[in-house]
């Protein structure tokens, strides 16, 4: 344990003349932003700019007309029905036991970003005498609901997000009402898996409450065989399936719509933790980057693959 003299402290102009590049609200010098917001409006702000520049470099040979950053990771089956043939590529999949199902995957195009960030989760829509119907789709953050009273840690988080569930007041095209559920499994695991806790929980009334809860997170993550899609478990070695934890983001607060974040991030160079809060950057011990306190909550993880560590 050593001291860390860290620079003066300055204000990142530079970074607020980035963001009015693209027209959003969160080009809005002084405006506070939810931090896995700004995270997916980042990471998604330079995919785009990689599929320009690549549009630019091989103009004939790339099809990159179209924005295909990851979205939101749940699925909604009447849009997914609406979209019909033609605005994905679709295929009939053999699956465990000879049993078919019809796979949709949106046109997406590789790049330094998606190579580090970038997943695939697959969700399978079940219906009684008919096909299986799945959708592989991209995502950055892994969003992980913790509301239940059973989720306590990460691997509660994972396992119920897998978890089958029954969806109600699904109709098909004839208006009719049918029975159906829905599972959600990991295709493709990214190098650098970044998960967030959804702490933040909109109320019908349309306010928004924080869930102050403690989730507990290992340093050392291993993704298990039945989190993952029938095509792809044992192509995983345990390797490709474990995880190092290097950082987490902290939201201090009781509001959903204030409060303030720090961070605690692996220096390699120093072999140990840094925690960082505006201009103060200090030396902790790695128990202190797990251990739970009341002052502030883990909102997102960010987890390196072991093999590539």
């Not at 330094?112 to 953050?141: D, M």
């Not at 049918?178 to 009334?205: A, Q």
């Not at 291993?222 to 899609?229: A, D, F, G, T, V």
């Not at 390797?239 to 939201?251: E, K, M, Q, S, W």
Request: hydrophobic share 30%; proline share 4%.
């Amino acid at each position: 344990m050593r001291d860390i003299r860290p620079g003066a402290a300055f204000e990142p102009t530079y970074i607020y003349r980035l963001l009015t590049v693209n027209k959003s609200s969160l080009s809005e010098k002084g405006r506070q932003e939810d931090a896995e917001e700004y995270l997916g409006f980042i990471l998604n702000g330079l995919h785009e700019e990689m599929l320009n520049l690549k549009k630019l470099l091989s103009p004939s040979s790339e099809k990159l007309t179209i924005s295909n950053g990851p979205k939101n990771h749940s699925v909604n089956e009447e849009e997914q029905e609406e979209q019909g043939e033609g605005s994905e590529d679709e295929w009939e999949q053999v699956g465990p036991r000879n049993k078919t199902s019809v796979t949709r995957q949106a046109d997406f195009v590789q790049t330094p970003i998606t190579g580090i960030f970038g997943g695939h989760i697959r969700s399978v829509v079940y219906q009684q005498s008919s096909k299986e119907s799945a959708t592989l789709q991209p995502f950055f953050t892994l969003q992980l609901d913790i509301q239940s009273d059973k989720i306590r840690t990460v691997q509660d988080a994972l396992e119920s997000l897998v978890a089958r569930e029954s969806v109600q007041g699904y109709t098909t095209k004839t208006k009719q009402e049918v029975e159906i559920s829905r599972r959600v499994t990991l295709e493709k695991l990214p190098p650098v898996l970044v998960l967030h806790l959804k702490r933040f929980v909109y109320e019908k009334t349309g306010g928004c409450q924080k869930l102050i809860k403690n989730i507990e997170y290992p340093v050392d993550l291993e993704i298990s065989k039945e989190l993952l899609s029938p095509g792809v478990k044992n192509k995983n070695f345990k390797c490709h399936r474990t995880y190092r934890l290097f950082a987490v983001v902290y939201h201090h607060g009781n509001s959903a719509t204030g409060g303030h974040y720090t961070t605690d991030v692996f220096q390699i160079g120093l072999n140990g933790w840094l925690r960082i809060d505006d201009q103060t950057v200090k030396v902790i011990n790695q128990y202190q980057v797990v251990k739970p306190t009341a002052e502030r909550t883990a909102y997102l993880l960010y987890y390196r693959r072991v093999d590539l560590l």
